[in-house]
């Protein structure tokens, strides 16, 4: 009878050990198999780039979404962040691109042009999704609205809100590097129609170039209605110009050692 019982409570003892054992190995491999944490990419870049101040950008960054709906971020929310993390740029490097990234961040990358990638914002949060919710001060990386859930939601409002700063700080000679495979190069719903365009201004943006790039694919060319959309959209006083490139020519001119950024063509 006494010895049952014990044996009994000697069973219970292992269950529960390796409960816990199970419990721990479950946390550890969560852990380790986790993607990684999104404040620790977030601190990586920043301080791959510059290293300064990265703890108060942070906090200005998650100000903008954490505790809210996830479709109820205005781009408004990041004022406090351009402002803890201004955008430097500089004048005739600056690069604006629609669906021609891959070339775009490469000329930029090898010939030192100033893309919004290429800032420290854009270059902390390009790629990343993220999110928050009601009640908490989390910041998620999973279940987050696409693009095109809804208008306000945090990475869209992001990108919106840089954007806008990016487009400010436009000045002297303006590169704009747009797709001829595809029908509307210039297209009005792009972030550079909708937002960066906008702000370019004649005190400060003397002349902007399109680049539009082209391939075997190509299926429009300069003469495009949506390009000439875009010239009358410029403040009178900007200089317009377009260019039809080869995507060949671009690539040759990458690897060209010699060429700087705009001296392309
Ligand atoms: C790239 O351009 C910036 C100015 O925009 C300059 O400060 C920097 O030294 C340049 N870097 C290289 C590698 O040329
Ligand atoms: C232009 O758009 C097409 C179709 O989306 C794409 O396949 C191509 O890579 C783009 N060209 C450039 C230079 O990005
Ligand atoms: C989140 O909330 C918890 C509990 O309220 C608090 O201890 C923690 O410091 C907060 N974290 C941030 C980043 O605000
Ligand atoms: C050029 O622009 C117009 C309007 O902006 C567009 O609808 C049209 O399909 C374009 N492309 C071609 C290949 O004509
Ligand atoms: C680059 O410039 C140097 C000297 O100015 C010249 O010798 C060389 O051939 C040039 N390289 C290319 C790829 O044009």
């Known amino acids: 009878m006494e010895s049952g019982s014990r044996k009994k409570s000697r069973r219970l003892c292992c269950i529960v050990a390796a409960v816990v054992l199970l419990l721990i190995i479950a946390i550890v491999l969560a852990v380790i ?26 906090d200005a960054f998650q100000k903008a979404y954490v505790n809210r709906d996830q479709c109820d971020v205005p781009p408004e929310a990041y004022d406090s962040l351009i402002e803890a993390a201004p955008l430097e740029t ?4 600056m690069m604006f691109w629609s669906k021609t990234k891959d070339v ?33 001060n989390e910041t998620l990386t999973e279940g987050c609205p696409k693009w095109d859930d809804c208008v306000k939601n945090p990475v869209r409002s992001f990108w919106n809100r840089v954007s806008a700063a990016f487009g400010d700080a436009a000045c002297g000679d303006v590169t704009v590097m747009l ?33 539009l790039v082209t391939d075997m694919n190509s299926v429009t060319n300069c003469k495009n209605k949506s390009l000439q959309d875009l010239q009358n ?15 060949s020519r671009i690539q040759e001119c990458i690897s060209d050692q010699n060429k700087s950024c705009g001296s392309c063509w």
Do not use: H
């Not at 990419?41 to 290293?51: E, I, P, S």
């Open 33 to 58: 198999l986790s993607p990684k944490d999104f404040k620790s990419t977030f601190m990586q870049r920043c301080k791959n780039f510059n290293g300064n101040n990265c703890a108060a950008i942070w």
């Open 90 to 93: 500089s004048c005739n490097r």
């Open 104 to 136: 775009a961040q490469d000329l930029a990358a090898k010939k030192n042009c100033s893309t919004l990638e290429r800032t420290l914002l854009g270059s902390i949060l390009d790629g990343l999704t993220w999110c928050g919710k009601r009640g908490s």
């Open 179 to 211: 797709n001829a495979s595809i029908p509307t190069p210039f297209d009005p719903k792009s972030i550079f129609a909708t937002v960066e365009v906008k702000r370019f201004k004649s005190s400060k943006v003397k002349k902007v170039t399109v680049v």
């Open 233 to 247: 959209m410029l403040d009178k006083g900007i200089i317009y110009s377009c260019l039809e490139v080869q995507k």
